[in-house]
Every structure is written in C-alpha cells, then in structure tokens.
C-alpha cells in the first residue's frame, strides 16, 4: 500500500478504521476456484479478465453498505463514477476504485479521487491496482501497481492544497497460478478481446 496524501484527521478515525477492514474483507472474498480460500489464475499470460474479480470485491462491499455507480443516491458522487463509494458519519463519502482499464484509466480513477476531495464531496479513496507479476495473466495492458508508481510524486505535490483527505493506492497479488483452474472470463470490448 502506498499513501500519496494523508492530510488532517481522516485517517485517525473510526470511519476510515471500518473502511480497511471492510476492504480487506472485500479484497479476501474474492476466491479462485470459488470456496477455496485462495486466489489462482489460468496460467497463461493475458489469459484472465478483470471484470469478475472486481465484481466480486463491489459485491461485498455492497453487502457491507457501500454504493456502487449505478446505486449510489448522492448526485454529486453518482455523477463521479466512482465505483463503489461509502457515506460516512460526517456525511461525506470515501470512494474506492478497482482498476479494470489501462493505465490512462488508472490515471483518470486517482484525479476523480483527487477531485472529490478538492470539491469537497468525499474525505478520501483508494485506488486498488494488480501488482506486475499479476498483471502478466490478466487482460491486455491492464493498470498496475508498478507503471503508475512514477507518478505518485505528482499527487504527493498535491497535499498541500488539500485541508483534509486521504488518498492510497493498494497493490494486490495472487496466491498462484495454475493450468487445472480455468480461465477467468474476459469482457467483449476494447483489450479484453486480446
């Protein structure tokens, strides 16, 4: 996990508390073969889609209360986008991002975030990218962790200009990978066709 801005309280309270562990939750929910308690891939590069596995991860955390895009009620987060996006005590929001796109939309997912909270409509969010030994079995020329770690510097220039908000970028890994567990299903558009 990488912190590119943790400016004021956010980070000290119980809402953000709730928050990492619900993703945690979220993050080992997400199981291949289903039921195993681990998370394999097809061994073959570029062989897995992305879109199930972030499905997975919003589904728990709308079980848990958040609001994914499509059913989130505030109108100034619905028309962020956001992926999934949990009010808070205060009665803002946190918002995180699962990155299923190249790395333009990585780029794109943290400056909503950024935006978010120079606008005031959330306290902070998290943006969760596959490391780049993952990335090598999932969708073609997917985000990751590794090609969008040269421009933190770029958002930790941003901490002065925000009085309060919390901004992380999350790494994640598989457990392993395997020719016996099957592909995990691909999208039909754009990269996900190679």
Known sequence: MKTLVNKGYFSQT??????????EHATYSIQNPPGSGKFYLHEKEKGNGVVPIKDSFIMTLNSFGWEDEKKVSDPEV?????????????????????????????????NRIVLGILDGVIDGGILILPS???????????????????YFK???????????????????????????????RKGTDGRALL
């Open 154 to 184: 770029v958002w930790e220039a941003l901490e002065p200009s925000i009085h309060n908000g919390l901004i992380e970028v999350i790494e994640i890994e598989h457990d392993g990978v395997s020719m016996d567990i099957p592909p995990i």
């Open 132 to 150: 780049r030994k993952m990335y090598k079995y999932l969708t073609d020329r997917i985000g990751n962790f590794q090609e969008l770690e040269p």
């Open 14 to 23: 119980d809402d953000y508390k709730i928050i990492r562990q619900q993703i």
């Open 78 to 110: 619905k028309r962020r986008k956001f992926d999934t996006a949990v009010k808070l005590s205060g009665g803002r929001y946190f918002a995180v991002e699962w990155e299923t796109g190249n790395i333009s939309s990585s780029h794109r997912a943290i």
